[in-house]
């Protein structure tokens, strides 16, 4: 898609979105609509709290809104609305599936998505690889040319809720899902390297500011395990060893939970590149579960469902 085409998508999806706000507002449905603003810095939004329509004039969505509004839900305890792009929408499933928010204090403004952009312009991680263009949960949806459906309607129409519904996408944009470089590593490309060597040289990157735990919808607890002192999980020292404890202990608390929104490779400040160690979770549970994070509110995490007749590997695999 031509770069003028996509200023207009959003042009489009812009203008619907100001309207839809307005309505909610009116009609008393959301105390607060999260969304977003332009930020002061060039190619940069910011999140943006409506709460009145003079607030609406602010409103801004291109192809910079890239940040997930998502963890702001669990600080807003009346209804809200929220803009949400498909990968915002699975986080949104999955803080509704973890009982951390009920479903009808929110009202999900989705958004059809083309992929957002880093502010030099590349394409934004997790939006390389991304196949799911339609948020799997709704209420309403703006698609891409601006037409904006609701969910009775959708579902009405017999579409697919946009699980790795490539169709639907292309049928509104022209093109195909964005298969761009993504630091060699995407699902349909095995793993290059997975070797110790790999890890090492990104965690010596890490100065363990914990941005992408920050960044990241999954991690939500109110004292996380590297902040705890009795007992005190690391060491004061930022070596190695506690980086490694760090970003294992974060890849195995968002098992089976990364919504492969990118947000914490985007935050990083030193271009940390660990997300492949998640995402090869994220396919094993794909392949052996045929379960993908926040495609169902109403589905159990799939490492917090017992089923006696799931296939007995992962850790106890002895082969
Ligand atoms: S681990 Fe990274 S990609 Fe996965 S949900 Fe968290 S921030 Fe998004
Ligand atoms: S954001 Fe980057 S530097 Fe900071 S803790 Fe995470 S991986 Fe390390």
Not at 32 to 42: C, P, Q
Not at 51 to 78: F, Q, S, V, W
Not at 168 to 177: C, I, K, P, Q, R
Request: hydrophobic share 35%; aromatic share 8%.
């Amino acid at each position: 898609m031509e770069l003028q085409d996509r200023g207009k998508m959003h042009e489009c999806q812009e203008k619907q979105l100001a309207g839809i706000c307005r309505k909610l507002l009116d009609e008393g449905k959301g105390d607060v609509i999260l969304a977003y603003a332009g930020g002061e810095i060039e190619n940069s939004t910011i999140p943006l709290f409506i709460r009145g329509c003079g607030e609406i004039e602010r409103l801004k969505y291109d192809e910079y809104c890239y940040p997930n509004l998502a963890k702001y839900l669990l600080e807003n305890k009346g209804k809200t609305g929220i803009v949400a792009k498909p990968c915002d929408a699975r986080a949104i499933a999955m803080y509704i599936a973890e009982n951390q928010l009920a479903r009808e204090n929110v009202y999900i403004i989705g958004m059809e998505c083309n992929g957002m952009k880093n502010m030099d312009g590349s394409l934004a991680p997790g939006c390389c690889e991304c196949s799911v263009h339609v948020p799997p949960l709704f209420d309403v949806l703006v698609k891409c040319n601006g037409e904006v459906v609701e969910r009775e309607q959708y579902t009405n129409t017999g579409a697919p809720a946009g699980y790795e519904d490539d169709a639907v996408f292309n049928a509104v944009t022209g093109e195909s899902g964005n298969a761009g470089d993504d630091n060699g590593v995407n699902e349909d490309k095995p793993l290059e390297d997975k070797s110790l060597e790999r890890f090492k040289k990104e965690l010596d990157k890490c100065i363990l500011c914990f941005a992408c735990r920050q960044a990241c919808y999954g991690c939500y607890c109110p004292v996380c395990f590297m902040d705890r002192t009795m007992p005190a999980w690391i060491s004061t020292d930022p070596g190695m060893g506690a980086k490694m404890v760090y970003h294992l202990g974060r890849a195995m608390h968002l098992a089976g939970r990364c919504v492969e929104c990118g947000a914490c490779e985007r935050v990083c400040p030193s271009g940390v590149k660990i997300r492949y160690l998640i995402k090869e979770i994220n396919s094993f549970c794909k392949d052996v579960y045929g379960y993908r994070a926040g495609m169902n509110p109403g589905e159990y995490p799939v490492l917090a469902a017992f089923n006696k007749d799931d296939k007995e590997i992962g850790f106890l695999r002895s082969e």
